[in-house]
């Protein structure tokens, strides 16, 4: 003769030894008073509940009764976790690159830190920097936003690029661009961006205003701090770009592409040099900006842009390493063979 009730149920049990439990405990308390109530029918118990045999008996087996805290989950955590393999010199050097250049990730970091002589992983940078920062140790410079903002005029000698002009060679295209900075309150400043879209090479300038005159002694800029001869520039609706600077681009034989109105994507090289200038360069320099402060600085930031910093389009090559492997730059710029 089988006697019912002599057992305590699990939530009588769960009473008297007053144990809170986690709702996925209770729930799978049910399934074993269902279990008990229906005759230890374990599939009938499984179909009513929605869960696997396996799942069931696995449970059934760590299941005590006495102590419904056997039911409870229990943690995934490794008996053996894997030791961190890097070294204090490695810790040391990533913490230094990154604090020099905050925005860089893992991969540019990982290509300077070889050109010192330190090999490591790309993998590892990242366990690092995530080290350095859950015991923060690593110090993020404060974000500076700056505001951008752009016009667009009708072109009054400037032709939209043909469709089968195509840059095949650095100079062919070179994208120019301007920049409000509003570093502080009541200051604006301008910068001018040239980019090359096949060497990826950068000439910067700043000033208090973008005009065509200042626009026109950019050309100069370009022209001069360029490994290349640049026959073609790209530049959008501003009116800074219209004026005395067209006549410049003509009276140097430099042709002159205008973008349709509002498209900053068919300008997307100079577009995201700029965010890179901005995030990397303004948001976190220690400047007064001051004119003679800044454009020195700039200028460094340019040659660091050109010959340091790894390029992801580039393979994580320089623009200058991309020149020199892929390109003569001795008098007219063309293809290594």
Not at 77 to 106: C, F, I, N
Not at 203 to 228: E, K, M, N, W, Y
Request: net charge positive.
């Amino acid at each position: 003769m089988k006697i019912i009730g002599a057992v305590l149920t699990g939530y009588t049990q769960l009473a008297r030894l007053n144990q809170p439990i986690s709702k996925e405990a209770q729930t799978r308390i049910k399934w074993f008073d269902y279990y008990r109530d229906h005759g230890e029918n374990a599939r009938l118990t499984c179909r009513y509940f929605g869960i696997s045999p396996q799942t069931f008996y696995r449970w059934k087996r760590r299941y005590n009764p006495q102590n419904p805290k056997t039911i409870e989950d229990r943690s995934h955590r490794p008996r053996r976790l894997r030791q961190p393999t890097y070294t204090s010199q490695q810790v040391e050097a990533v913490l230094r690159m990154r604090e020099s250049y905050p925005r860089w990730g893992k991969d540019k970091i990982k290509v300077c830190l070889e050109k010192e002589g330190i090999q490591i992983s790309v993998s590892m940078v990242g366990r690092i920097i995530r080290y350095l920062k859950a015991r923060n140790l690593l110090r993020e410079p404060p974000i500076n936003p700056i505001s951008v903002r752009k016009r667009a005029r009708t072109r009054p000698y400037a032709v939209r690029k043909p469709k089968e002009y195509q840059a095949k060679l650095p100079g062919d295209i070179v994208q120019v661009d301007t920049l409000d900075v509003r570093p502080l309150p009541g200051v604006l400043l301008k910068h001018f961006s040239a980019y090359d879209v096949v060497a990826r090479w950068n000439v910067l300038s700043v000033g208090s205003q973008a005009t065509a005159t200042s626009a026109a002694r950019f050309l100069d800029d370009i022209q001069t701090r360029s490994p290349f001869e640049v026959r073609a520039i790209q530049v959008d609706g501003g009116s800074e770009f219209t004026s005395f600077f067209e006549l410049e681009c003509q009276k140097r034989g430099i042709r002159l592409f205008v973008l349709p109105p509002r498209s900053p994507k068919l300008n997307g090289g100079v577009e995201r040099a700029n965010r890179t200038h901005t995030e990397e360069f303004y948001e976190i320099t220690d400047s007064t900006f001051e004119l003679a402060d800044l454009i020195p600085k700039l200028l460094e930031w340019e040659n660091i842009c050109n010959t340091y910093r790894p390029n992801q389009a580039l393979n994580y090559l320089t623009p200058l390493e991309n020149l020199e492997r892929n390109f003569k730059t001795g008098g007219k710029v063309s293809p290594i063979t």
